[in-house]
Each structure stands twice: as C-alpha cells, then as structure tokens.
C-alpha cells in the first residue's frame, strides 16, 4: 500500500527516490524565496545543485537519484 502524501510532496515518477517540493523555502537575506526538488536523508553530506537561466530544475533529476542512491542529500 503507498503511503499517503501531502498536497506539497509528490514523486516524480514510480521508481523514483526525488520528492517535489511545491512549498517554498525563503532565505533571509534580501527575502529570497526558491522553489526546489530534495532526493535522500536529510542527515547525509549535502549537495547543493544549481541552474541559470535558460535551464530548469530538470536537468538535475538524473544526477539527483545517483547521488542520493549513493548517499548524499541533494537540494
């Protein structure tokens, strides 16, 4: 049975291990506020992936689940 999830968290697909973030986190300086993707243990080193413009946050999804299958935390 699978495991209920909140309006704010969806998988990107079946297989995968990468959780959607539709809340918004708000850094405090200049009151930023990012959207984000998260894959793995909060508790596990961090990797922090980033994208400019014209890109988007799709083209981390692929590195996102190598890395946490191998023991990271990426944002």
Known sequence: MEKSRTFN?????????ITIMT???TITPNNLTFD?????????PLVLLLHGFPETAHMWLALMEELSDSGF???
């Open 9 to 17: 968290e969806q998988p990107v697909s079946q297989k995968s291990k």
């Open 23 to 25: 809340g918004k986190r």
């Open 36 to 44: 984000c993707y998260t894959a793995g243990d909060e508790k596990d």
């Open 73 to 75: 935390y990426c944002v």
